[in-house]
């Protein structure tokens, strides 16, 4: 699944909601959000990334489970608004 | 100061109507919603008082689908939710030894539940925003847990319990809870006799109950811009008790 435009929009929900550091196109699309070794994310931003994907694109997260699937990395979560979410709103 | 959107509970209550009553008065812009379930009269009549800046919103705290019916028609209106005061609660007292299960689950569902149902239901919002104020009205009881008041007592320290927990959890989001544990307060002066009365008055060092308008006063000041480096506090509001 390549949505370039997509996972572009992701990271940079992901830099302004959580105040990343880092620009948006230096985040690798299979870059770890959480971990050592990655984006170094913890619970709130989990939290707030949550509020961010159901806000942007209707995505529902309702579980723990299928939040730690679905927010593994930028593919995964464009994945899951590609499979389960509605257009950018 | 900005306009903010504030939905208080138990508004029909003399405390909530205080509270109301304090927002009203802090900015000509604030919108108050009032949270009533079944006794509506007082909160019917502020609204009477203040038709462009009170609303009154259906919401039975113990029940999570309502308030998300709440906090739908609060942010279609207003596409914001500034602050809530979880102020609902009722106690119903009896020794834990004769106390019925139902009394129990009750008074817990009421005071504690709600304040948990409440938060969950105005989060997604406040994170949205990366700004909210999240008052909780506990008691002095959940610091002094009474004899007879084993529920009331338990779901209030809940209440602070949970009060600190969130304030963790969300700190740096921009959104701030405290809990506020109001003393004796002329609000139940009727549901207490003479002897009552009298034998409270001496527990307290200033010898008389607390007006609903002085907690009042704390609950808008947590709520301010002012406020923002409070958080996870517990603020008692007693006349010196302790």
């Known amino acids: ?89 | 100061m900005n306009p903010r959107v504030i939905l208080i509970t138990g508004a029909n209550g003399g405390l909530g109507q205080a509270i109301a009553r304090s927002f009203l008065r802090e900015s000509l812009d604030n919108r108050i919603w009032l949270g009533v379930h079944e006794n509506v009269e007082k909160a019917g009549m502020l609204v009477t008082e203040n038709p462009e800046r009170c609303r009154t919103v259906d919401l039975d705290v113990r029940k999570p689908e309502a308030w998300g019916a709440a906090v739908a028609e609060i942010v279609t209106r207003h596409q914001r939710l500034d602050v809530l005061v979880n102020n609902a609660g009722h106690h119903q007292d009896s020794l834990l030894a004769t106390m019925a299960l139902k009394s129990w689950q009750n008074i817990l569902a009421l005071n504690l539940e709600g304040v948990f149902h409440g938060c969950q239901a105005v989060l997604p919002t406040m994170i949205s925003q990366r700004n909210g104020r999240i008052i909780n009205i506990a008691s002095l009881s959940a610091l002094s847990a009474p004899a007879g008041q084993a529920n009331y007592a338990a779901a209030k320290a809940g209440v602070v319990a949970l009060t600190q927990s969130l304030a963790k959890e969300v700190a740096r989001i921009g959104i701030t809870v405290n809990a506020v544990c109001p003393g004796y307060l002329d609000t139940e002066s009727p549901a207490m006799d003479e002897t009552q009365r009298q034998r409270a008055m001496e527990r307290i060092p200033m010898r008389r109950f607390g007006q609903p308008s002085e907690v009042a006063a704390a609950v808008c000041f947590l709520a301010c811009a002012e406020a923002s480096y409070i958080t996870g506090s517990t603020l008692k509001i007693d006349g010196g008790i302790f």
Request: charged share 20%; net charge negative; no cysteine.
């Open chain 1, 1 to 89: 699944m390549n949505n370039p435009e997509l996972k572009l929009q992701i990271k940079r929900l992901l830099v302004e909601n959580l105040m990343l550091q880092t620009a948006a196109n230096e985040i690798a699309d299979d870059l770890p959000l959480f971990g050592p070794g990655g984006l170094g994310l913890d619970s709130v931003d989990a939290l707030q990334l949550v509020v961010a994907l159901d806000k942007n694109y209707g995505l529902k997260i309702s579980d723990a489970e299928a939040a730690k699937q679905i927010l593994r990395n930028v593919n995964s979560i464009a994945a899951a608004v590609q499979q389960h979410g509605s257009p950018a709103r």
